[in-house]
T-cell receptor, first 114, second 112 residues
Framework: AQSVTQLGSHVSVSEGALVLLRCNYSSSVPPYLFWYVQYPNQGLQLLLKYTTGATLVKGINGFEAEFKKSETSFHLTKPSAHMSDAAEYFCAVMVNTGFQKLVFGTGTRLLVSP | EAGVTQFPSHSVIEKGQTVTLRCDPISGHDNLYWYRRVMGKEIKFLLHFVKESKQDESGMPNNRFLAERTGGTYSTLKVQPAELEDSGVYFC??????????FGPGTRLTVL
């Protein structure tokens, strides 16, 4: 069965600092990987996704993530945090076996201080 | 293009009552999903419709939950009777292709 582990329920950074949100997955078959963001009082918004091809994927708002098969990781990074990045971030895996459900991690709340 | 919409945004009910949540997917999206997040835990899959048919309902917690999708358009999720542990945020998502799901804002359900 697929699973996702997000290390750290809360991550605090200063404005302008590097953002690193960790995600490790477990999957018996090549996965599709996603990062979603939820801003306060809003729904989940897709930040970026990895399906096939280039392992470094770029998303919206300056975020990127790298698929590392050997480490079963898909960490999310942004070089310089902005106050508007404060939100909850979810890593998810989808198994491309014809069933399309997403399996989510528990989420990481990013706090950005001035 | 309108996104996925959900109604109501919040619902507070007493234990034992019935609640019906509604989801309107993006027009033309055949795939519709329901997920739930219980406070502090991960977002969990409930079920998946392809048009009006249930493709996968492996995540439905028990027979107090009934999901329907009339004519392959909007979907409803009924909880009857509601229990305390049903409290959480219920998300609906829709997709046209198999590798991207668009989520609605969620319905926050509180069972007292």
């Amino acid at each position: 069965a697929q699973s996702v582990t997000q290390l750290g329920s809360h991550v605090s950074v200063s404005e302008g600092a590097l953002v690193l949100l960790r995600c490790n997955y477990s999957s018996s078959v090549p996965p599709y990987l996603f990062w979603y963001v939820q801003y306060p009082n809003q729904g989940l918004q897709l930040l970026l996704k990895y399906t096939t091809g280039a392992t470094l994927v770029k998303g919206i708002n300056g975020f990127e993530a790298e698929f590392k098969k050997s480490e079963t990781s898909f960490h999310l990074t942004k070089p310089s945090a902005h106050m508007s990045d404060a939100a909850e971030y979810f890593c998810a895996v989808m198994v491309n076996t014809g069933f399309q459900k997403l399996v989510f991690g528990t989420g990481t709340r990013l706090l950005v201080s001035p | 293009e309108a996104g996925v919409t959900q109604f109501p945004s919040h619902s507070v009910i007493e234990k034992g009552q019935t609640v019906t949540l509604r989801c309107d997917p993006i027009s033309g999206h055949d795939n519709l999903y329901w997920y739930r997040r219980v406070m502090g835990k991960e977002i969990k899959f409930l079920l998946h419709f392809v048009k009006e048919s249930k493709q996968d309902e492996s995540g439905m917690p028990n027979n107090r939950f009934l999901a329907e999708r009339t004519g392959g358009t909007y979907s409803t999720l009924k909880v009857q009777p509601a229990e305390l542990e049903d409290s959480g945020v219920y998300f609906c998502a829709s997709s046209h292709s198999y590798n991207e799901q668009f989520f609605g804002p969620g319905t926050r359900l509180t069972v007292l």
